[in-house]
């Protein structure tokens, strides 16, 4: 597995760790807990990320692991 | 009514229109048929895969399920899903695709090579697709009741024949060609309705405080128990990269970067529409109808009481193209899982390929008939319920294919027990009362990992001819 890849994985594990954390779950924001603000934001940025790094990689012709 | 139903019936008719000129290709030959001759483009397969997974769920269903328990717990089932698309990326597209099989019952087959696995997977893939195609016809039934005035009934049947009809002539290259116009269509639908309602209201999160503060729930944790939330997001974050309507599109792109792409592409689109969904249509639906008896119903109240009959006609055909790009995918990966994985090798050596593809044909219609006995009497919360079923398939199949592709010391023996042990408990917990709802798969995945490692370690070790063609996928 590209190192990229296992970074990414690693990230967004703790992403989702921190997310169902208690306090996210007690916390509000606009109305809504930060739980849920967290999971709108993983949402966003997860393909986001995931996008720009494959087409970096492909960019760079490295097709070693894409 | 008279608009709406014309502007449906023209756009099921170019569906059918569609699996008939997809027929003369798909026909003569086993490649064809399930993965379009595996030539589909990147843009053309990620709008053919986000079409797949946004369901009539996505739409109807995901609206329903933040209007009854809340945008966070909605949301943690979407993240899942979403982060299932990178590890889908990451882990199996490429070894996936360099393996170039038509399902994920063929890759496990060959790497756990027992005449068990060829029942064992497609049995858990029917059983579960079935309930996920009745949901899905609830939720083309009630749009079509709703807006355009058809009865219950009437509705799933008209449906039903319609998608089985060219599914069932025109295979992938149909799916893939109709599931690019549906996924558009619902793109510009619930896009477009998003933006006129924060034309009219301002930004998300000036919806969310007001919906919030006249329905807090809307935007609470306190709802549901936490396992139920954990379940949700780990439920689709490992169906995604095993789920065979999704597996299948691997196999349908014409390289093993391309099957990245287009999952990663996909992924982004998905994200789009799902919040736009959550965030914007279903908090403004709270504040017009707080008080709905069916949560389902929050989206075609909202059209049809706040949008005129054009907007409301491309609305129903938004929706029904929703239930027909996850339906069609859905009846040929359970059509593929009796025909091809469970009788494959008996048709192979008995009937020639056009022989075959008539069976699936059969198969396909028996499905979508027996699904549209079931979905007469419908489930409520749709997306919860198909999320049941789609949990067992990530409880028996994800460590057996991830492991199966990344941990050499995975044996036949490991495989089967994690199959068989991942589903077993994963039934077992959903079914008892004492635990919270959908938090099964925090007990079916860890007791499939533990299975693996235990039984392999029991076992005997992987052939080393099999060895090396699992490291030559990875090249």
């Known amino acids: ?66 | 009514m008279t608009l709406e139903r014309t502007l449906v019936i023209l756009y099921l008719f170019g569906c059918v229109i569609i699996g008939a000129l997809a027929s003369k290709r798909v026909l003569a030959s086993r490649d064809e048929y399930w993965v379009a001759g595996r030539r589909i483009g990147t843009w053309v397969n990620a709008m053919a895969i986000m079409a797949a997974l946004a369901s009539g769920g996505s739409i109807i269903g995901v609206m329903g399920l933040a209007y009854g328990r809340g945008i966070p717990y909605t949301l943690s089932l979407f993240a899942g899903a979403v982060i299932g698309f990178p590890l889908a990326s990451i882990l199996v597209a490429k070894p996936l695709r360099n393996f170039g099989k038509f399902t994920i019952t063929d890759f496990l087959a060959f790497r756990y090579p027992h005449p068990a696995v060829r029942i064992l997977v497609p049995f858990l893939i029917v059983v579960s697709f079935t309930v996920y195609i009745v949901a899905q016809m609830k939720a083309a039934g009630i749009t079509a009741e709703t807006l355009l005035g058809i009865p219950y009934q009437q509705a799933v049947t008209l449906s039903a024949v319609v998608f089985v009809l060219y599914v069932s002539i025109g295979g992938m290259l149909a799916i893939t060609w109709t599931d690019v116009i549906q996924g558009t269509l619902m793109l510009i639908v619930i896009l477009g309705t998003a933006l006129a309602m924060m034309a009219q209201n301002g930004a998300p999160t000036n919806i969310i405080a007001e919906a919030t503060a006249k329905a807090p729930e809307l935007g609470q944790v306190a709802n549901e128990p936490l396992g139920s939330y954990l379940g949700l997001f780990v439920i689709w974050a490992a169906a995604i990269p095993v789920i065979p309507h999704i597996v299948m599109r691997v196999f349908t792109a014409k390289d093993p970067q391309g099957a990245r792409l287009s999952l990663n592409i996909a992924m982004v689109v998905y994200s789009i529409m799902i919040l736009a969904a959550v965030m914007v249509i279903v908090p403004v639906g709270k504040i017009a109808f707080p008080n709905l008896q069916d949560a389902d119903q929050v989206f075609l109240e909202v059209m049809k009481y706040q949008f005129p009959p054009l907007i409301r006609g491309l609305a129903v055909a938004a929706v029904i193209a929703a239930v027909m790009s996850t339906t069609d995918a859905l009846l040929l990966a359970c059509s593929s899982a009796i025909s091809h994985d469970l009788l494959g090798n008996y048709l192979k050596k008995h009937v020639s390929e056009k022989v075959e593809n008539r069976i699936n044909v059969a198969i396909v219609w028996v499905v979508g008939g027996v699904a549209m006995l079931f979905a007469y009497s419908p489930p409520k919360l749709i997306t919860e319920f198909y999320s049941a079923a789609i949990g067992m398939l990530s409880a028996g199949l994800f460590v057996p294919v991830v492991a199966g592709l990344w941990w050499k010391k995975a044996n036949l023996t490991g495989g089967i027990a994690s199959i068989v042990i991942g589903a077993g408990v994963y039934l077992v917990v959903q079914f008892s009362p004492s635990f919270p709802p959908l938090s099964a798969i925090l007990y079916g995945l860890p007791a499939s990992a533990l299975s693996m490692v235990i039984f392999s370690w029991l076992g005997s070790p992987m052939a080393e001819d099999l060895k090396s063609t699992i490291e030559r996928l990875h090249r």
């Open chain 1, 1 to 66: 597995m590209a190192s990229a890849d296992r970074w990414y994985l690693i990230v967004i594990t703790l992403f989702a760790i921190i997310a169902f954390m208690p306090w996210a779950r007690t916390v509000e924001v606009g109305g809504m807990s930060m739980f849920g603000w967290l999971m709108a934001l993983l949402m966003v940025f997860s393909p986001a990320i995931a996008l720009v790094q494959l087409l970096i990689r492909k960019n760079r012709g490295d097709h070693s692991d894409a």
